[in-house]
């Protein structure tokens, strides 16, 4: 697979600044400015989707830093994209679809939209990045016509075999003109939790440009900064994640490419996130909406716009660390069992930064067959059937994915017929009984 976005990567060549920090110098991906104000340094770790097999328990492991910046001229966070998207992306262990809440939400999302923009037969419906077709088989139902562009071969197959037309490659310039020259030019692009894991991130929104009638609009969800650095959600940021958005971030991003932000929404979802209703800049039959205006005042208010709001980050980061640690060792010191639930990219992250391994954690389980008898990058704790966890009748259940705390409480709330607990990582450890 050729990927236009691969050949944009630059090797990494540190200058040193002043103080000894170390700093990329790749320049910002949205403005092109130098980076010199750090963000947080969450150490080495391995990309957070290589789960490794028992054969390759024994051989090189990759490792590359997780040190985020943020741009002072455009205040775009962001991690130097140390790891090709292709490696990340061509085989993808992410299916949306094993996620029941996400599914709601990815349902709720259809009739909300369809009859807001008055879709019909005659529209069409482009997602970006649509994994296993999680979210466009809703349309299919209500006649809308609809494309998926998924970079990862593994997961789109699975998209196609439920009937959800989609393209194997990345999304760009080069892409949206072929598109739109076959005549799939959108009424409607949509692009969940896709934007931050862009690394050309220029090329990506000059694209949706490209792609969107003149009269037509995107949405865009993705983790809101405020939220990551409020709830000290550290371990949203991996190697897949190049970028971190504010209202004030995403904004400048449209702006720069002939697209501006007319309305947005606060959602609970992944800790909590914003979607954006984007159009044409010069589309003057959608007027900027008041929660826009408000969104960007609260942010201005909260220092969004001063570096020392970023620079605290950290500090919180390493309090989230040894709080976790305190547990685990009283835990295993009371001679208590203590197992994971999940194995998603953000369980990864906080384990390795933590140095949490099989010493504090038998093992960890998941619904994905695919992660099943692999073992977590970096800290290689095994993946087990969710069974598991009834047959060992852990004293702990460490909960990896706690945006879907709830929902996984509820799945398992026999572990209180011996006692079990559940334990919540973020923002601050927390035991549920
Ligand atoms: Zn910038």
Redesign the pocket.
Known sequence: MTTTAAKEIRPVEATTLPGGDQAPAA???????V?RHGFVDLGMSPPCESYRTAQQLNQVEAFYPLRVYV??????V?LEAYVQPDEIFTEYAYFSSYSDSWLKHAAAYVDMIRTRRGLNARSKVVELASNDGYLLQYFLPKGIPVLGIEPAANVAKVAVEKGVPTRVEFFGTECARRLVAEGHAADLIIGNNVLAQVPDLRDFTQGMKILLKPDGIITLEFPHLVQLVEQNQLDTIYHEHFSYFSMLSVR?CFELHGLKIFDVEQLPTHGGSLRVYGAHAEDAAKPVSAAVTELVDQEKQKGLERMEYYARFEVGARRTKQALLDFLIQAKRAGQTIVGYGAPGKGNTLLNYCGIRTDFIDYTVDRNPYKQGRFLPGTHIPILHPDRIRATRPDYVLILPWNLKDEIMNQLAYIREWGGRFVVPIPQPTVYA
């Open positions: 320049p910002c991906r949205l403005c092109g400015h980076l741009c002072a001229h455009c205040l775009l962001q400048r």
